[in-house]
């Protein structure tokens, strides 16, 4: 008998592998949670897309109410107003560098503190840990930290809006945590057996690996430096320092048409492209952060150990 032929045969004699079913209860829940996320997703999908639509139609459309998911009567008057308007481009020229200068000083500032409280063989890290914690949820309150930012000298600077928040006692918690439970005691040993110093090995062997934790720090910081406005409506005083957010107030809140006979077309113009701009600022305003958030998004579902320890 050949080799082809008991092959065969073993292949018409061999059980047919049966399809493991997935019990019912666990069926009915996997549903649920589908149906749940259909849900979720449509709650937050289509605002979205009722703003991106209101922003591409005519303002009169939009103040009629005649818009709903679809651009009515297509215009870009509102997005020509607001690129052409140069507080709009001096606010995002500002909030750009505070949020990459700021990201970059706070997720280093948080590493630097996060990584040493990690370590089991850091004397005091248990009282230091809980002074942190003990800031996070007891604060001197806006006066004492006005007088602060005053005293050394950072009001009506780029730096008060950079320093005074520059570490989260949350993201040092998340750190923290995964530097001790993520990153084995292993490599720490086998580092030190190779001669690396404590800095070394944070540089060499531990962010590398690290990769998911720096981008959610990356993205928390990135968000938070974006939309912060309260900030820099204490600290700063000089037009030309204002985030986007500032100026976005300023527009919406605070711009309000002028009154008289004689401007009566005029203010008809300007409260629907008023209406219009809204929605465009949402956009404009809202588009950079989009835009970041697929390319940090696959870190958090990427092992962060996978190949790092062999055994």
């Known amino acids: 008998m050949t080799t082809t032929t008991l092959a065969s045969k073993l292949r018409r004699t061999r059980p047919a592998t049966a399809k493991v079913r997935e019990p019912f209860a666990d069926r009915v829940f996997l549903l649920v949670v589908k149906i749940l996320l259909v849900i979720t997703l449509g709650l937050v999908l289509l605002p979205l897309i009722y703003i991106v639509a209101s922003s591409l139609s005519s303002p009169a459309a939009v103040n009629a109410g005649r818009v709903r998911f679809w651009p009515v009567e297509f215009s870009l008057e509102a997005y020509r107003s607001v690129l052409s308007n140069s507080e709009i481009l001096l606010g995002y020229y500002n909030s750009l560098i505070y949020a990459v200068a700021g990201t970059a000083i706070s997720v280093t500032l948080t590493v630097a503190i996060a990584y040493p409280l990690s370590r089991r063989t850091f004397f005091g890290r248990n009282v ?154 949402i956009v404009v305003s809202s588009l950079p952060v989009l835009i970041l958030y697929p390319f940090i998004a696959r870190h958090f579902t990427k092992g962060a150990m996978v190949g790092a320890v062999k055994g």
Do not use: C
């Open 128 to 281: 230091l840990m809980t002074l942190l914690i003990f800031t996070m949820l007891f604060s001197g309150g806006l006066i004492p930290t006005y007088m602060v930012v005053q005293d050394f000298g950072l009001l009506d600077t780029r730096w008060a809006l950079l320093l005074p928040n520059a570490i989260g006692v949350w993201q040092v918690i998340i750190a923290r945590t995964f530097f001790a439970n993520s990153i084995p005691e292993e490599l720490h040993e086998a580092s030190m057996l190779d001669g690396a110093s404590a800095l070394r090995t944070l540089w060499s062997v531990v962010l590398p690996l690290s990769k998911p934790l720096l981008a959610v720090l990356a993205l928390m910081y990135t968000v938070y430096q974006w939309n912060t406005y309260f900030d820099a409506l204490v600290y700063l005083k000089d037009p030309d320092l204002f985030p986007l957010q500032i100026i976005l107030r300023d527009i919406l809140i605070l711009n309000t048409p002028r009154t008289g006979a004689a401007y009566l077309a005029q203010q008809m113009h300007q409260i629907q492209l008023a209406n219009v701009l809204r929605y465009a600022l």
